[in-house]
C-alpha cells in the first residue's frame, strides 16, 4: 500500500510527527497550502497552540479545504490541540475560535493545567498490548463524547483519573497526549491501519 500522510505545518510540533510515520516507512509531506490538502490520503494535525492554529488554517484559506475533506472521510489523527481542532465543540472557546470539526466530542482546552503541570503516565489504550507512556503538555480531555465516538484511553489514576485522553470516530482519531515525542511508534502505526481500512 502506497499512501501519503500529510502534517498539518501552520504551527506545532511539525517536525516530530513526519519522523514518527518516517520511521514507520510511510510517505510523510508537509501539509501548509489549499491544493496539498488534495494531494495527500491522509492528514496528521500536530500540537500546539490550537487558537493560533485556527487563525492560521483560516489565513492560509486551509478551513474549508479541510472541513471538505474530513467530511469526504479522510483519516486525520490530532494530537493535543489536534484533538481541539478535531472536536465539534470546546468547553471553554475563545469567542472567535473555531474548529475543523468531525468528531462528536466536548473537548476542554489545557484541561490538566498550564505549562508546569505538564505530566508523564502509562495508560491502558485500547487494541494495544501493554501501557503507552503518554506525555501531557497543556493537554486537554474530552468532556464528553457522542454515541459514534470510541473512547481508547482514560487516565487511571491521580487528580484526574477518569478523563478521556483517546478516541476514534470513524476514520478520525485524536490523543491528549504527544505519541510523537517518545519512540514508541504504535499509535501512528495504529493511525496508519485506520488508513488501511478505508482504503
Not at 179 to 199: L, S, T
Amino acid at each position: 500500500m502506497t499512501v501519503t500522510i500529510g502534517v498539518l505545518a501552520v504551527q506545532g510540533d511539525v517536525r516530530e510527527h513526519v519522523a514518527a510515520l518516517t520511521d514507520l516507512g510511510v510517505a510523510a509531506v508537509t501539509v501548509r497550502r489549499p491544493h496539498e490538502v488534495d494531494a495527500v490520503d491522509a492528514l496528521v494535525i500536530p500540537g500546539g497552540e490550537s487558537t493560533v492554529m485556527d487563525k492560521l488554517v483560516r489565513a492560509f484559506e486551509l478551513q474549508e479545504p479541510l472541513r471538505k475533506r474530513i467530511a469526504n472521510g479522510m483519516p486525520v489523527y490530532g494530537s493535543c490541540a489536534g484533538m481541539i481542532m478535531l472536536a465539534d465543540r470546546i468547553a471553554d472557546a475563545r469567542p472567535d475560535q473555531e474548529t475543523l470539526g468531525g468528531i462528536d466530542m466536548t473537548v476542554r482546552r489545557n484541561a490538566f493545567g498550564r505549562q508546569v503541570d505538564s505530566f508523564e503516565t502509562d495508560l491502558d489504550y485500547v487494541g494495544l498490548a501493554g501501557t503507552v507512556h503518554a506525555v501531557f503538555i497543556r493537554a486537554p480531555w474530552v468532556e464528553a463524547v457522542g454515541d459514534g465516538v470510541e473512547v481508547l484511553a482514560r487516565v487511571s489514576h491521580g487528580a484526574a483519573a477518569g478523563r478521556i485522553v483517546a478516541v476514534r470516530q470513524g476514520n478520525l482519531m485524536a490523543t491528549s497526549f504527544h505519541p510523537e515525542v517518545g519512540d514508541d511508534r504504535r499509535i501512528h502505526a495504529e493511525f496508519v491501519r485506520i488508513i488501511e481500512q478505508c482504503r
